[in-house]
């Protein structure tokens, strides 16, 4: 699952912030290269809810959980744990 998500989250950023994947690692600070900023960080948010099906609290949003590829993988594998596994097969199913 790790792999997927890093590949999601990688392929969104790219995207949605006009990056080159080779213009970051998946330990960088996207705060600190300036790929991400605040407005950034809500979408980031709304994409992970909406693409893995996990809640989040604003107390969730901090750069220990959000600041880069790796940071994002970690916090999504600990969501989807906290979380029955039908809710998870069902937010797989949205990325077929």
Known sequence: MVSEVKHLVRRFIC???I???E???DDDSMLE????????VLELVA???E???IPIADEDITPDNLDSVERICAFVQRKSNAIPS????MASRRTL
């Open 47 to 49: 994409f992970l809810q």
């Open 19 to 21: 990056v080159r994947e």
């Open 33 to 40: 290269k300036q790929i991400i900023d605040s407005t950034g």
């Open 86 to 89: 039908t809710a998870m097969a």
């Open 15 to 17: 995207e949605n912030f």
């Open 23 to 25: 213009d970051f690692t």
């Open 51 to 53: 693409q893995f099906g």
